[in-house]
């Protein structure tokens, strides 16, 4: 007999922990503007001018600094991992080149998977005054909270031009 019950209790208990397991998959996040093949296919090098290519693609991600004749597409595709920090699961990225005249010159394609790897220095930048200590931190905003963000004179709000505790005498406290 307690055969037949556990089973039915395992399944029960599986039952009850699927919906969890939501918290664990998340859907993907598309973000840029995806390119395709048979788009840049249409354009015709030394024809096309950056007014075709803007109506085709649309409008680029961003212009290159250095060189305003390089245009940058980036489509990439993220998905929240543990601890909700967001991991990108493919990026591509297509910079269509012109010539000075503003004429369709090449495009070049860059995956993921051709990247270059930035290590981000582990060094923690200083800053005056030293480390605030655990009691600095938690008490340390005690006195700056302004709910209506006005800065300056407050006096018509009833309030002095100075902070909380500064001496004035309409602090309305």
């Known amino acids: 007999m307690r055969l037949t019950k556990l089973p039915k209790s395992l399944l029960f208990c599986a039952i009850l922990a699927l919906p969890g397991c939501a918290v664990f998959s998340d859907s993907p996040h598309y973000r ?14 030394g024809v096309s001018q950056q007014a075709d290519v803007q109506s085709l693609l649309g409008p680029p991600t961003f212009v290159e600094q250095f060189n305003p004749n390089n245009w940058v597409y980036v489509a990439q595709v993220t998905r929240m991992r543990i601890a909700r920090t967001e991991g990108v699961s493919s990026q591509d990225v297509v910079v269509v080149s012109f010539n000075s005249n503003g004429t369709y010159k090449s495009y070049t394609e860059n995956t993921l998977a051709n990247a270059l790897p930035v290590k981000m220095d582990g060094k923690e930048t200083p800053v005056p005054g030293g480390t605030a200590g655990f009691f600095q931190q938690l008490i340390g905003g005690v006195g700056s909270y302004n709910p209506l963000g006005v800065t300056g004179n407050n006096s018509a709000l009833g309030g002095t031009s100075g902070n909380i505790g500064s001496g004035g005498s309409g602090s309305g406290f």
């Open 32 to 45: 840029g503007i995806a390119v395709t093949a048979s788009e840049l296919k249409q354009l015709t090098p």
